[in-house]
T-cell receptor, first 113, second 111 residues
Framework: ETGVTQTPRHLVMGMTNKKSLKCEQH?????MYWYKQSAKKPLELMFV???????ENNSVPSRFSPECPNSSHLFLHLHTLQPEDSALYLC????????????FGQGTRLTVV | GENVEQHPSTLSVQEGDSAVIKCTYS??????FPWYKQELGKRPQLIID?????GEKKDQRIAVTLNKTAKHFSLHITETQPEDSAVYFC??????????FGTGTSLTVIP
């Protein structure tokens, strides 16, 4: 296993639903990320958390709400999504300052109906 | 923020030939450049990386070159094999923070 675990692996939700994606890393990293992967934009950075503080919000619509309660856990709360939000959502973590790689989770395949 | 461009978007080569993928970046502060391989249905995984104090790095059949002045870096795969078929992403980062990715290159190695 990679050390970055995402749940659920697959999610189908209606446009009026509220759901949450979960990411957990066991690598002792201090930064965590949410990426959206779709055919249009293969790896689009959404949010960055450093030491639990959000340091980047890449112009993401407010229907996506991140939460980082500690340096090991990251959530993405979803509400009133649109069909175009259907994509693979990837979580990643890294150790900043060392210039080391970002480790990815397996992703959550989200379908909005 | 950083802007990373990647070319080509698709690449087909005969088995045994070489493949080259090129990326450019915009932020001169970027100092760490990893390359990822993503196979169908799997997560992106690091295959090689280079830091800004190095011009070239090689690991068996793969190599990466970096030109800081021109702000571009390239991935070279020699003696390609069918298992090299995948999508490859370049990325730029400042000390391992905020990784910005290119748009990906779908490589097909024809047996």
């Amino acid at each position: 296993e990679t050390g970055v675990t995402q749940t659920p692996r697959h999610l189908v939700m209606g446009m009026t639903n509220k759901k949450s994606l979960k990411c957990e890393q066991h690598l002792g990293h201090n930064a965590m990320y949410w990426y959206k992967q779709s055919a249009k934009k293969p790896l689009e950075l959404m949010f960055v958390y450093n030491f639990k503080e959000q340091t980047e919000n890449n112009s993401v619509p407010s229907r996506f709400s991140p939460e980082c309660p500690n340096s090991s856990h990251l959530f993405l709360h979803l509400h009133t999504l649109q069909p175009e939000d259907s994509a693979l959502y990837l979580c990643a973590s890294s150790q900043t300052g060392d210039g080391t790689e970002a480790f990815f989770g397996q992703g959550t395949r989200l379908t909005v109906v | 923020g950083e802007n990373v461009e990647q070319h080509p978007s698709t690449l087909s080569v005969q088995e045994g030939d070489s493949a080259v993928i090129k990326c450019t970046y915009s932020d001169s502060a970027s100092n760490y450049f990893p390359w990822y391989k993503q196979e169908l249905g799997k997560r992106p995984q690091l295959i090689i990386d280079i830091r800004s104090n190095v011009g070239e790095k090689k690991d068996q059949r793969i190599a990466v070159t970096l030109n800081k002045t021109a702000k571009h870096f390239s991935l070279h795969i020699t003696e390609t094999q069918p298992e090299d078929s995948a999508v490859y992403f370049c990325a730029a980062s400042i000390t391992g923070n905020q990784f910005y990715f290119g748009t990906g290159t779908s490589l097909t190695v024809i047996p």
